[in-house]
């Protein structure tokens, strides 16, 4: 699993979402965009985004996360948070309904202070699926529509008008009741840890002495993944015989030692990429691993 994907990726991903260039920053501090989902990939990679995402889904699929999924077999609204990974797998050919993208500070301008990350349609733990009525779908879809075309207007105050119709489909959402009918992966363990261990080593290989380890406890991979870290730490230890911190330790290892050996960076420089706040905390670490200080393992290395 990449890193998070962000505006700029998706954008260079999907190029025929953003035709006219828009900046990332076209609403002021934030971002707004809607699309029709009659162009939408059957399937998507498991990932994380930088943004938020409110899908009206007309069509069937299939919506996995870490530990669960969940048939969408009839119309339904879907809100995505960034902080939680998923991958979307179309059943039927036809997909119709909206999608728009959006951005922390659009939804809540820099003067008001409030997380969306808390309200029940996107919090950690919620139920972000709605199945919809076709009076919903109605009403929906025309609150989709009116915001593609004021998207397209030259209004000059069409970003706080955008902006209302968002509040007005959250609000809607919250009237409704959450589906309840999500299922678990027949074998929930052997997906989280094929889950962790493609994050742990989509880190690698270090590239620069800028670049810096963001994922290395078993804490951050639990987070990252949307899962408890006991349940991690179960499924990896069920799975490989390992644990999670025994794992992530010996990659690191892995990678220190090829940048000792293949690379001019100074121990310090290495410490840094690798995550390590301070060059002694690397020193330490990697002894207790190996038996050698890095600078004693790059003279046996050269």
């Given amino acids: 699993m990449p890193h998070s994907e962000s505006l700029k990726e998706f954008y260079t991903r999907v190029p025929q979402a953003n035709p006219t260039g828009l900046s990332l920053n076209n609403a002021g501090p934030g971002h707004f965009n809607i699309f029709s989902r009659a162009s939408c990939f059957p399937r998507t990679a498991y990932i994380r ?7 009206l889904i007309i069509g069937t ?3 996995y996360y870490a530990n669960k999924w969940i048939a969408i077999d009839r119309p339904a609204l879907l809100f995505s948070n960034p902080v939680i990974p998923y991958s979307w797998e179309a059943i039927s050919d036809l997909q119709e309904g909206w999608f728009c993208l959006f951005t922390e500070d659009f939804i809540h301008p820099i003067e008001r202070r409030e997380n969306l990350q808390d309200s029940p349609l996107f919090r950690i733990g919620g139920s972000p699926v709605f199945f919809i009525d076709q009076q919903q779908q109605e009403y929906l879809s025309a609150i989709f529509r009116k915001m593609k075309a004021e998207m397209e207007s030259i209004y000059t105050h069409k970003y706080d008008l955008l902006r209302n119709y968002l509040h007005i489909i959250i609000h ?16 929930a363990s052997s997906r989280i840890t ?10 690698f290989p270090i590239d620069t002495p800028e670049t810096n380890l963001h994922l290395r406890t078993a804490n951050d991979f639990a987070r990252s993944l949307s899962v408890h870290v006991n349940s991690l730490n179960r499924s990896v230890k069920d799975i490989t015989g390992r644990t999670t911190t025994e794992l992530i330790s010996a990659r690191i290892i892995k990678e220190a030692r090829a940048l000792l050996a293949h690379t001019d960076w100074n121990v310090s ?19 207790k691993q190996t038996q050698l200080t890095p600078s004693e393992a790059r003279k046996s290395l050269v």
């Fill in 194 to 203: 094929s889950l962790f261990l493609e994050l742990l080593e989509r880190q």
């Fill in 49 to 55: 985004r930088d943004f938020y995402k409110i899908s």
């Fill in 269 to 287: 420089e290495i410490a840094y990429s690798l995550g390590f706040e301070y060059p002694a905390y690397f020193n330490n670490f990697f002894k």
């Fill in 61 to 63: 699929g299939k919506l």
């Fill in 172 to 187: 809607e959402a919250m009237k409704m009741q959450p589906a309840e009918t999500y299922k678990k992966h027949h074998n």
